[in-house]
């Protein structure tokens, strides 16, 4: 890669990573404005470094691994950082389950939030598809059916990998549900476990939730790019972002009430980009950020819009 794509890529992850962060940054927000001063420099300061050296960090290199057993832990390490040719090729090799299993999970996710998750409807038809939200079981079940079928017949690995991105897609929705609960005790407060933290324990709490939450800009960083050092710095530079806005900036963030809905649908491409690169398409690096960059700006423009008929008045969230 030349030096304007490598700092496309950087700069697309780093978007990416900081948009699909957004809601978790506000509850994050809400959770340290009832925590003491220490406790709020603590999470900028600690929590960047456990945000960003450990867990986006760790995630891409477990993912490699899944893909790539063969190599073993050892290896891995030394595939994230090698040069050697024989090192990429293997990664290569591997790479279309990795792709087919986060392409699957991504669009799972897509789908998830266009037909059950409250939001603000930001295209026509939206409210329409929410209002048929016990469809979507239906409608992944179908698409996982059609996107196995298709895989099977080129490589039984590659319908594998399929599953186990819509495998992964539950298990991790699971404790996503766990840990908006959770946050919604810590804000809430009341008799719960939750409630009554002390602030240390909701720091490490919500490092705990950041990981569960950081698991959908991880996979969707391999869409931009296979090389996991410039996913470390891409998503690395989103996630001391996103801290920043937490601290400074984010009932700002908030009026812009589309940025959601652009995040979502970079992530329906961002996992098209994925499936039919599992499939053998090939596909531009610069496609994923600019695309982004795209879908996301033209819902910004959108929030802006907004902001202007409603005199800068947040509106509420539709269910």
Aim: cysteine-free; proline content about 3%; glycine content about 10%.
């Amino acid at each position: 890669m030349d030096i304007f794509a490598i700092t496309l890529t950087i700069l697309g992850l780093a978007f990416f990573e900081t948009i699909t962060s957004i809601d978790n940054a506000i509850i994050n927000a809400e959770v340290l404005s009832k925590m003491s001063e220490k406790a709020r420099k603590w999470f900028l300061l600690w929590g960047i470094i456990i945000a960003v050296v450990v867990i986006r960090g760790l995630l891409p290199g477990l993912i490699l691994f899944a893909a790539n057993p063969s190599l073993g832990p050892v290896g891995v390490v030394t595939a994230m950082f090698s040069s050697d040719p024989a090192v990429a090729h293997a990664i290569e090799q591997s790479s279309p389950i990795l792709l087919m299993g986060g392409g699957v999970f991504l669009i799972f996710l897509f789908f998830h939030w266009l037909f059950l998750e409250p939001k603000h409807f930001g295209l026509p038809g939206e409210g329409f598809i929410k209002s048929q939200g016990v469809w979507f079981f239906a409608v992944v079940s179908i698409f996982l059916m059609l996107i196995t079928w298709y895989a099977i017949n080129m490589d039984p690995l590659l319908a594998f990998g399929a599953v186990v991105g819509s495998t992964a897609f539950f298990i991790v929705h699971g404790f996503k549900q766990n840990a908006e609960l959770a946050e919604r005790d810590m804000l809430e407060g009341g008799n719960s476990a939750a409630g009554n933290m002390s602030d240390l324990s909701k720091l490490l709490y919500l490092e705990v939730i950041d990981a569960t939450f950081s698991v959908d800009g991880v996979v969707g960083a391999f869409a931009f790019t296979l090389a996991v050092p410039l996913i470390l710095v891409g998503n690395g530079i989103g996630a001391f972002v996103v801290r920043e806005f937490t601290i400074r900036n984010i009932e700002n963030v908030k009026k812009y009430i589309f940025l959601k809905n652009g995040a979502m649908y970079s992530i329906l491409f961002l996992g098209a980009i994925m499936i039919l690169d599992g499939f053998g398409y090939e596909i531009p690096t610069w496609l994923s950020p600019i695309m982004t960059f795209a879908i996301v700006g033209f819902f910004f423009w959108k929030s802006i819009v907004h902001l202007k008929k409603n005199g800068g008045v947040i509106a509420k969230q539709a269910h």
